[in-house]
């Protein structure tokens, strides 16, 4: 996997799905205010940053002050399967059983009992 020079700058490749600002610009809280970490859905369209917990917002992008919409930049289209993949465990009681089939000639319906 190739690392990235600034984990940033791949994030803003992308607008941003939680805050809704363009391609280019930081992440803003909802005050209005330069988010100090990226909105993980946004970063999450990165495939080299779908690891990482949080990226946050370079001291020299002004976390904290007064959110300004940065240079306009063409978005990336975020990949088909941009979500991660995720498996999740079998269980048991989802498989039919073997042992469990209809009893022959056993038709009429028992009371107090269901299967
Ligand atoms: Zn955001």
Do not use: N
């Not at 992308?14 to 209005?32: E, H, I, K, L, Q």
């Not at 690891?51 to 990949?79: K, Q, S």
């Not at 088909?80 to 039919?96: C, E, I, Q």
């Amino acid at each position: 996997m190739p690392e990235l020079a600034e984990p940033a700058v791949a994030a803003e490749q992308f607008d941003c799905p939680t805050c809704s600002v363009p391609a280019g610009s930081t992440c803003r809280t909802r005050g209005g205010k330069v988010a100090p970490m990226y909105h993980t859905p946004r970063f999450m369209l990165v495939p080299q940053l779908r690891a990482e917990l949080e990226v946050r917002t370079p001291a020299d992008r002004g976390p904290g002050r007064t959110w300004e919409m940065g240079p306009a930049i063409d978005a990336a289209a975020p990949e088909a399967a941009a979500k991660p993949t995720r498996v999740l465990p079998t269980h048991v009681g989802m498989v039919p059983s073997p042992r469990r089939r209809p009893v022959q000639g056993c038709s009429a319906p028992r009371a107090g009992r269901i299967g």
